[in-house]
């Protein structure tokens, strides 16, 4: 061997002294040989391998090999890429005892002239040009054992039955669309590899015959259909590779014996057969982990959506049989049932379900099945356990009805729309839409209790999913975004208290938020548009972490809410100190302080842990488990949308005097419906108390840190001269710290000014 060398040229004496002991020639690796003296290779008689790859020879000429009666293998392959050969039309011709030919990386554009090699066995001519395989192939190579042909342009194959010994045949990546019946009577093949072509479709006939096949490769073709008895006749199939086709069903007529299946990338493949039609199977790669449920719960002996027990009886009451069967296979079609069809002797009357010899051999197997099924994909429940759907209902319910509820009071309420009345409705349609989003969960759940596998692939797949999860994301951003402005606007306004013109217009939030409006619907449409997508997981939220468009959408958003969080707790640090630091710092701030921790604690504990967890998730790193990203996916993501209505509006006294004046209304059309104790309690508990339009006593409202300083008396008390002795000529100063209306965002405190 002169293999691994620097070898330019090789001398027709050094062949010439080796023509009796040379068995095994290899010049592979030497990358500056350019020519050989075929003249002197030809003397070596008794030569039986002969290996040249990886050089930079450029011409095999005519009948180069001719009298090496003995060669039985050449091998010729991984040349320069980027060289041009040129290979005599019978170059390999005439050579009796060759059994191995490889011509691998050649460009050839036609099959070599092979005459007289009756031996051949194996060859192998990848990654070359050749369109058309010889129609009389298997008469000029009659013992032909393994074809490999990848890497060419054949758009078929030529019919191959007189081939009794081929055993292996590998076609991939060529242009083949349909195998015809160039397949049909190969009773000797095993393996067949197609893999990498455009075959469209899998006929009746297609591998009629091949009842030796063990190994069939189809992956990633253009399969659309495959025929119900395409695999009647393969009996003895171990391995079926169908991995990124588009076929909707798969036939299992004459699939005993197989093992190994994979359908991976097969997503319209939405109903995948039961157990009992592949009672051999023992690893499946499938695409959605739904299919394999009822795999995984087989070796448990759990059929839940293909057996139960039936029990029929007679007339008279005597029970004929119980025993395991099929649903999914042989009631399917049933429509009528004639008792008198029945030899109840036949049957034998036992309490306990039997199962028959081959049932027994399906629940003994350990198969391995992916991907398998976790909470994001249910085999039982979409919620999985009953403290998560009653938190979700809980969860629904209030966001419904707390946000429907403040929608309706702003806008049945007769008062002049503010910037905060706006703001706050914005806010309620958003979370409006994420209770909506909960309601589809929870429906489904209940609808599909204790089976959902039978339904997540139409779930996941259908309108239904697509549109709770526009839902959802349309609300999670519209929310966010309002929120932010929310807090924006009560910074705004604190800082500038007194310069009402610096405060922000209603003219202004509006063209803001027709900015939200349009962010977050484009937000929402884009994995509609297939950047990310809505039917990943049964949830329907676009957590699609598969490529890179996926990904950056995903953490745009994740980055997004957390700089939005960011936002709010700085306005909301500056807002508190700017209670903190006034000099009339009492009780009633404190209680504004604690409320802005409140928002603020919500936001984080809604917020951090998605944004947190799922940058961590997406970039490879899980800190919690399915179970608990579950949680807080269906539960705690939602959270907020339920508590932002009590927080910004129906806890506010400000909404408690829109409800009354609407329920005042209200009474005024029905007289029958009476004014209670209890509401004029709670009238007169409002904000508004002193707001009779009968008293005498003039209202300003303005800021007690836009006061002065030498006006912050102890006792709330300024005096017409300068001093406060002389009560006769002073004003009193009552500070009612209830907040109102757009300025109760503010805590604006009422002056009342009473004359003496």
Not at 162 to 169: H, T, V, Y
Not at 184 to 206: F, P, Q, T
Not at 391 to 407: D, K, M, S
Not at 654 to 666: M, N, S, T, Y
């Amino acid at each position: 061997s002169l293999k691994e060398n620097k070898i330019k040229f090789v001398h027709p004496r050094f062949l010439g002294n080796n023509t009796d002991s040379l068995r095994f020639f290899d010049l592979s690796m030497n990358r500056q040989l350019t020519t050989i003296p075929f003249g002197g290779i030809r003397t070596l008689a008794r030569l039986k391998q002969l290996r040249i790859s990886g050089t930079s020879i450029t011409v095999i000429p005519d009948l180069a090999f001719k009298d090496l009666n003995n060669l039985e293998e050449i091998v010729l392959l991984e040349p320069q890429s980027h060289v041009e050969y040129h290979i005599g039309n019978r170059s390999f011709a005439y050579l009796p005892s060759l059994t191995k030919l490889t011509l691998n990386n050649f460009k050839l554009a036609h099959f070599p002239n092979l005459t007289g090699n009756f031996k051949l066995e194996d060859l192998y001519l990848d990654h070359n040009e050749i369109k058309v395989l010889p129609t009389n192939l298997c008469d000029i190579l009659p013992n032909l054992f393994e074809l490999r042909v990848s890497g060419n342009n054949l758009e078929a194959l030529p019919k191959l039955s007189g081939c009794k010994k081929l055993a292996i045949l590998v076609v991939d990546s060529n242009r083949i669309q349909s195998f015809g019946d160039s397949l049909n009577g190969l009773s000797s093949i095993v393996d067949i590899s197609a893999k990498y072509n455009r075959i469209k479709s899998i006929e009746e006939n297609d591998f009629k015959g091949l009842t030796q096949l063990d190994k069939l490769l189809l992956e990633e073709n253009k399969i659309s259909n495959i025929h119900k008895n395409a695999f009647s006749d393969l009996t003895n199939l171990k391995d079926l590779i169908l991995t990124d086709n588009n076929f909707p069903e798969l036939p299992t007529l004459g699939l005993v014996a197989v093992e190994t299946l994979s359908i991976k990338g097969n997503s319209k493949l939405k109903k995948f057969p039961s157990p009992r039609h592949l009672p051999n199977i023992k690893i499946l790669h499938l695409y959605y982990p739904y299919h394999c449920c009822a795999f995984l719960n087989a070796r448990k002996g759990i059929y839940n959506n293909n057996n139960t027990t039936l029990n029929i009886t007679l007339s008279n009451g005597d029970q004929v049989f119980s025993k395991w069967i099929w649903l999914a296979d042989d009631l399917e079609n049933m429509t009528s049932f004639d008792p008198e069809d029945i030899d109840s002797s036949t049957y034998e009357d036992t309490s306990q379900p039997k199962t028959s010899p081959h049932d027994e051999d399906i629940l003994n197997k350990k198969i391995k099945c992916t991907p398998e099924p976790d909470p994001f994909f249910p085999c039982e429940d979409l919620m999985g356990d009953w403290v998560l759907r009653c938190g979700v209902w809980i969860v629904f319910v209030l966001a419904l009805c707390g946000n429907a509820t403040v929608i309706i009071v702003i806008l049945a309420s007769h008062t002049k729309m503010d910037v905060s009345r706006f703001l706050i409705s914005n806010l309620a349609f958003a979370d409006l839409f994420m209770g909506i989003y909960l309601g589809f969960l929870a429906v489904v759940d209940v609808s599909t209790l204790g089976n959902f596998k039978s339904y997540g692939v139409e779930w996941q797949l259908g309108p239904g999913c697509r549109t709770a999860g526009f839902l959802a994301t349309l609300s999670s951003e519209l929310s966010v975004f309002t929120l932010t402005v929310i807090t924006v606007e009560r910074y705004i306004a604190i800082k500038n208290a007194i310069r009402v013109n610096r405060k922000l217009q209603l003219k202004t939030a509006v063209i803001v938020m027709i900015f939200g409006w349009v962010f977050a619907l484009v937000t929402a449409t884009l994995p509609l548009l297939e950047v990310n997508t809505y039917g990943k997981f049964s949830v329907c939220l676009p957590f699609e972490t598969d490529d890179k468009k996926s990904i950056v959408f995903l953490v745009f958003l994740l980055c997004l809410n957390a700089a939005a969080f960011i936002v709010i707790l700085f306005c909301y640090i500056l807002m508190y100190c700017s209670i903190r630091g006034s000099n009339a710092w009492n009780a009633s701030d404190f209680r504004v302080a604690k409320r802005m921790a409140l928002l603020v604690f919500t936001d984080f504990a809604c917020w951090a842990p998605i944004v947190f967890f799922s940058l961590t998730a997406t970039f490879g790193s899980s800190i919690i488990n399915l179970s608990q990203a579950k949680i807080f996916t269906v539960f705690v993501f939602p959270l907020n949308s339920c508590c932002n209505p009590f927080l910004y509006a129906i806890f506010t006294s400000h909404f408690k005097k829109d409800l009354l004046a609407i329920c005042r209304r209200v009474e005024d059309k029905y007289p029958f419906l009476k004014i209670t104790k209890q509401r004029m309690s709670f009238s007169r508990r409002s904000s508004y108390s002193g707001a009779v339009s009968e008293n005498p006593n003039i209202y300003l409202r303005v800021r007690r840190f836009s006061l002065p300083v030498f006006a912050r008396g102890f006792n709330n008390s300024i005096t017409t001269n300068g001093r406060g002795s002389d009560s006769s000529n002073s004003n009193k100063i009552s500070l009612d710290t209830n907040p109102i209306g757009h300025d109760g965002n503010d805590h604006l405190l009422t002056e009342r000014v009473t004359s003496v």
